[in-house]
Nanobody, 120 residues
Framework: QVRLVESGGGLVQAGGSLRLSCAASSSGSIFGINARNWYRQAPGKQRELVATISGGSTNYADSVKGRFTISRDNAENTVYLQMNSLKPEDTAVYYC?????????????WGQGTQVTVSS
């Protein structure tokens, strides 16, 4: 079992910044759990992929490119999402997920989400 805990959400004015964190923990070893994704879900909308990090690669949704940066601290099993130049349309619950363990026996784990609200 893997536990993912997001934090860092809040209320911010348009143009502001927030840094989200996704900390992974487990009763067993999760060494190598370095692939992580950030999703978001706005009210009445489907959950959408925002950013991914795996190995040395990162990818972003077009809507956040140039504004959001995903990074990780392997020693802390934590992935971050730095969000700058926030817009009201970035308002959503942000979730992280991870697939563990690698291979066919793995499964996807989700965190509980953290609310981000951007006021205009």
């Amino acid at each position: 079992q893997v536990r993912l805990v997001e934090s860092g959400g809040g209320l911010v004015q348009a143009g502001g910044s927030l840094r989200l964190s996704c900390a992974a923990s487990s009763s067993g070893s999760i060494f190598g759990i370095n692939a992580r994704n950030w999703y978001r879900q706005a009210p009445g909308k489907q959950r959408e992929l925002v950013a991914t990090i795996s190995g040395g690669s990162t990818n972003y949704a077009d809507s956040v490119k140039g504004r959001f940066t995903i990074s990780r601290d392997n020693a802390e099993n934590t992935v971050y999402l730095q969000m700058n130049s926030l817009k009201p349309e970035d308002t959503a619950v942000y979730y992280c997920n991870a697939y563990w363990p690698p291979g066919a026996s793995g499964r996807i784990y989700w965190g509980q989400g953290t609310q981000v609200t951007v006021s205009s």
